[in-house]
């Protein structure tokens, strides 16, 4: 019985061996999972690009192309005739414009001079934007029957205001002129400002008649018209 009696040389062996054991297993597995392990290429999905088709813009130019107008027959007797026998005046203008006019019964000046501005008419191509005119035609009333000058200088004083008619025949200097046989003014600004491109300035009696130029393009083509508006120019009786 001495022989089964356990000893602790024999748990000690017991022990190795089987701790021995473990490890083998152990390596053995280990070896077997490296064998049979195998790392796949990795792969990284690049997402296909979606082409758009490319809008092609035309481009705009800024540079607008100045008007153009229909010729005009520049010989007078094949123009229409404006006539305003109530102020007492006429001209005549190419057969292709329109005309805008106006009645001619304005407030009272209540005695100042320059105090009251009378739209006669306005004019232009019939080509022109609405409401919108190359040419006016505007008179002051002139009581006393003062020169242009002498006119100037009372409206200024009457209207406690130096733009009181829009009259300054220093700005540009102004030539002396005849229209309808009658001595007037005429002045050319050479850019169009402030307010006009040309202006003629006539003297009539008790009224100051101011006919002028106001578009800025084709100056060249609204001069030539503009003066021979003003050759056709005359006074007639009231």
């Not at 006019?101 to 739209?119: E, I, L, M, W």
């Not at 030539?175 to 202006?199: L, N």
Request: hydrophobic letters at 40%; charged letters at 15%.
């Amino acid at each position: 019985m001495e022989f089964f009696r356990p000893t602790w040389e024999k748990i000690l062996i017991v022990v190795i061996l089987v701790l021995l054991g473990v490890g083998i297993t152990v390596t053995y597995l280990l070896e077997i999972g490296k064998k049979q392990h195998f790392s796949l290429p990795l792969v990284i999905s690049t997402p296909t690009p979606i082409l758009t088709p490319t809008e092609v813009v035309p481009s705009i130019s800024t540079n607008m192309p100045p008007p153009t107008f229909p010729p005009i027959d520049m010989s007078v007797s094949h123009w229409k005739t404006y006539q305003n026998d109530k102020i007492g005046i006429s001209f005549k203008y190419p057969n292709s414009w329109k005309v805008n006019t106006f009645a001619q019964d304005t407030p009272a000046h209540n005695g100042k001079v320059g105090d009251v501005q009378h739209s006669v008419v306005d004019l232009g191509p019939t080509n022109e934007p609405a409401n919108t005119y190359s040419m006016s035609l505007v008179y002051w009333d002139n009581p006393d029957n003062l020169p242009v000058r002498e006119f100037i200088q009372e409206a200024i004083k009457a209207t406690n205001y130096a733009g009181a008619t829009g009259i300054d025949l220093d700005n540009p200097p102004a030539q002396t002129i005849s229209i309808g046989g009658f001595p007037a003014y005429s002045q050319r600004h050479a850019e169009c400002e402030p307010e006009f491109c040309d202006k003629a300035v006539i003297p009539y009696k008790n009224m100051v008649f101011v006919f002028s130029l106001l578009e800025e393009s084709q100056k060249a083509f609204y001069r030539d018209v503009f003066d021979q508006i003003l050759s056709t120019f005359k006074f007639i009786t009231p």
